[in-house]
């Protein structure tokens, strides 16, 4: 049987990272995991349970909210993929707000939060055969991985494209305003203290500004074939 992969996919907000990986997944038949939704799902929870107040976050109540926070994907045949549950509710369609996006850098910031989740998140990899997007994959998640590809592409590229998929998801918004998150993200996840977003000294770029997502699993596969005759 060949030997199943651990592969590392981070870079910034909004330039494709998901597609990508459920492509390589779904071609590789592997599991996807969708570590920004984890982060998501957190924030959602202390959105709901008024743990972020006027630009203030109860980093204890956080803390101790943790330990009632169950994450699960669950597969929807319908989507051909899956969906983020909190606590056994499909909240696949709320992490997705602007407004959950406006809040998750802060609380990705939170030590305890990124401890709990990093552990399941290497749980989720423990039978290999495994995609896991986000931004400290291949550094922190799983440093060992067999593959570590780090994504990037211009602002104004990765703006639009998550205008059209929020607009896919009938979620009102304009261009500027989501530029603007994108580029506040970016500037948080790459200079926070914990993990900060940064490319592993053995990782591949892949910068995507004028690929297609066919072109880009063209390039995965040369990149597997060229590793597989390596070693
Ligand atoms: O990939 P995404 O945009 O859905 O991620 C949402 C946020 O979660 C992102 O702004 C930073 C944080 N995040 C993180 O800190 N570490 C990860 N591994 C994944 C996401």
């Not at 049987?1 to 592969?7: A, D, G, H, Q, R």
């Not at 994504?151 to 059209?164: E, F, K, N, P, Y």
């Not at 995507?208 to 297609?212: F, G, K, L, V």
């Given at each position: 049987?060949?030997?199943?992969?651990?592969?590392a996919?981070d870079?910034?907000?909004s330039?494709g990272?998901?597609?990508?990986a459920?492509?390589?997944a779904?071609?590789?038949?592997?599991?996807?995991?969708?570590?920004?939704?984890?982060?998501?799902?957190?924030?959602?929870?202390c959105?709901?349970?008024?743990?972020?107040?006027?630009?203030?976050?109860?980093?204890?109540?956080?803390i101790?909210?943790?330990?009632?926070?169950?994450?699960?994907?669950?597969h929807?045949?319908?989507?051909?993929g899956?969906?983020?549950?909190l606590?056994?509710?499909?909240v696949?369609?709320?992490?997705?707000?602007?407004?959950?996006?406006?809040?998750?850098?802060?609380?990705s910031?939170?030590?305890?939060?990124?401890?709990?989740?990093?552990?399941?998140q290497?749980k989720m990899?423990?039978?290999?055969?495994?995609?896991?997007?986000g931004?400290?994959?291949?550094?922190?998640v799983?440093?060992?991985a067999?593959?570590k590809i780090f994504?990037?592409?211009?602002?104004?590229?990765?703006?639009?494209?998550?205008?059209?998929e929020l607009?896919?998801?009938?979620?009102?918004?304009?261009?500027?305003?989501?530029r603007?998150?994108?580029?506040?993200?970016?500037?948080a996840?790459?200079?926070?203290?914990?993990?900060?977003?940064?490319r592993?000294d053995?990782?591949v770029?892949?910068d995507?500004?004028?690929?297609?997502v066919?072109?880009q699993?063209?390039?995965?596969?040369?990149?597997?074939?060229k590793m597989?005759?390596?070693?």
């Open positions: 049987m060949e030997k199943k992969l651990i592969i996919i870079g910034y907000s330039c990272k998901s597609t990508f459920k492509s390589i779904k071609l590789l038949n592997y599991i996807y995991i969708d570590s920004g939704a984890m982060y998501r799902a957190v924030t959602l929870y959105m709901r349970n008024n743990l972020i107040l006027n630009d203030e976050i109860n980093r204890a109540g956080i101790e909210g943790l330990k009632k926070i169950n994450i699960e994907f669950l929807n045949p319908e989507l051909e899956d969906e983020t549950f606590n056994g509710e499909n696949e369609r709320e992490i997705r707000s602007l407004e959950v996006a406006s809040h998750v850098s802060r609380i910031m939170i030590a305890e939060v990124r401890e709990r989740l990093v552990e399941l290497q990899g423990e039978g290999k055969g495994i995609v896991m997007d931004r400290d994959i291949g550094t922190v799983f440093p060992e067999d593959i994504m990037t592409a211009s602002a104004d590229i990765r703006a639009r494209r998550r205008l059209d607009k896919g998801k009938s979620i009102v918004t304009d261009f500027d305003e989501v603007k998150n994108i580029v506040a993200r970016d500037i996840d790459e200079n926070r203290d914990i993990s900060p977003l940064r592993a053995d990782a770029i892949l995507n500004s004028r690929m297609t066919e072109e699993m063209v390039w995965f596969l040369q990149m597997l074939n597989q005759n390596e070693s």
